[in-house]
């Protein structure tokens, strides 16, 4: 889950961490001279098991269900699940993963929110049914800590089945469940310093590539300022009080939201 029909028990039968070590060791992707916690390198691509109720350590077979452990000589896909994308916006990064080929481009009108909340509404009033670039802007790490948009997966899900052509561009956060959505996320640099993702408006042409990984606004902005709309009267005020400094000194998101006290 959430992109396929196997879940994290199906994974586990397979022989779970152990068995993906070895699939990535058959590929020569690990590095074998590091010293684990405990044992040797070998050891990690080994299967814990209970035999006659001791433990028992034991080496895996080939994948029996390469629909959810590629093969020792399979794979997916030829690339990996996440594209870096550059652009007049700014830099952010796409989970193409579980993204159909004919979603990873889109251009499209942009429609822009500065919360999750507020794209909820717009998506219950029934004014985002159409082809967009769904645009929440003002949710880096120094906005307002770069909380998960949780909201905004099953509403852009909803209106690609409904027919649309639908991409979400953020400096926010999404932890990896964007699922079948293009979701241009960590824009960097974020609004609140800048970015260019804050000189975006409604209507705006956005053109979202992630096969040649490209992301730009094809308006022209070069007359606009930022905006400098109100990001605290949805933040609790104890929350917003205690990293008040934090948040002043926070890095971008593609340096990892980091500060130093």
Not at 110 to 130: C, I, M
Not at 158 to 171: E, F, P
Request: glycine share 10%; aromatic share 6%.
């Amino acid at each position: 889950y959430p992109n396929g029909p196997a879940d994290v028990n199906e994974f586990q039968r397979l022989g779970g961490v152990p068995a993906l070590m070895k699939r990535l060791h058959a590929g020569n992707f690990l590095h074998t001279d590091v010293t684990p916690t405990f044992g040797r390198f070998e050891e990690q691509l080994l299967s814990p098991r209970l035999v006659d109720g001791k433990l028992d350590w034991q080496a895996l077979g080939e994948s029996s269900n390469t629909q959810v452990l590629a093969a020792d000589d399979g794979y997916f896909q030829k690339t990996g699940g996440t594209k870096m994308l550059t652009g007049n916006i700014g830099r952010c990064v796409v989970k193409v993963s579980a993204v159909a080929e004919k979603y990873q481009v889109i251009e499209a009108p942009a429609r822009v929110f500065h919360s999750q909340h507020d794209v909820e509404k717009a998506y219950q009033a029934g004014t985002l049914n159409e082809d967009c670039v769904v645009v929440v802007s003002y949710n880096g790490p120094a906005a307002n800590g770069m909380p998960e948009l949780h909201k905004l997966m099953p509403i852009l899900g909803n209106l690609q089945k409904s027919g649309y052509q639908i991409a979400l561009l953020t400096d926010g956060r999404l932890s990896g469940a964007s699922g079948k959505i293009p979701a241009a996320i960590h824009v960097s640099p974020e609004a609140l310093h800048g970015g260019a993702i804050g000189l975006i408006r409604d209507g705006d042409l956005i053109k979202l590539n992630c096969i040649t990984g490209t992301v730009d606004n094809l308006t022209d902005v070069s007359e606009r300022t930022l905006l400098a709309p109100d990001t605290e009267t949805q933040q609790q005020t104890w929350g917003r009080d205690m990293f008040k400094n934090i948040r002043s000194t926070v890095s971008s998101a593609e340096l990892g939201a980091s500060f130093i006290f």
